[in-house]
């Protein structure tokens, strides 16, 4: 069992009930909109609004110890900060993958060929996943 207390205390956040409720529910399902988590959410703290998720969601993304997934034609998603690395969408489910992929290559060619500064990585693929081939 992960100690969700103590990840949350390195990042300097108080741990609450509601963001150990959070923390789990990300853990669980690896990448969730706010809807999702709202839904989630809802079940174990019946009072608790939308804008208490929101509140939450913008404090930990401003401690990093979440990250947010932006996603093409979806509202964004988000997952607990880990190592650098792109997504795949499936088209038919929603469902996100992970793939590691070192991108800092493709950065200095563009930035070499196109002489344009990137500024950010976010590489959303999208496909089939292995449930709906
Ligand atoms: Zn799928
Ligand atoms: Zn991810």
Do not use: W
């Not at 988000?78 to 038919?92: A, G, P």
């Amino acid at each position: 069992m992960i100690n969700y207390t103590n990840i949350l205390r390195e990042h300097t956040l108080k741990a609450t009930p509601q963001r150990l409720a959070i923390t789990d529910v990300l853990y669980t399902n690896g990448h969730i909109n706010i809807e999702s988590l709202y839904e989630k959410m809802i079940k174990k703290f019946t009072s608790i609004s939308l804008a208490t998720i929101y509140k939450n969601i913008n404090l930990m993304l401003e401690h990093s110890f979440i990250q947010e997934v932006k996603l093409p034609n979806a509202k964004s998603v988000y997952e607990l900060t880990k190592e650098t690395h792109s997504h795949i969408v499936c088209t038919t489910c929603g469902s996100i993958e992970d793939i590691s992929l070192d991108l800092n290559k493709v950065i200095m060619q563009v930035s070499e060929s196109n002489a344009f500064h990137t500024t950010s990585s976010d590489l959303v693929l999208s496909g089939i996943c292995i449930h709906c081939k």
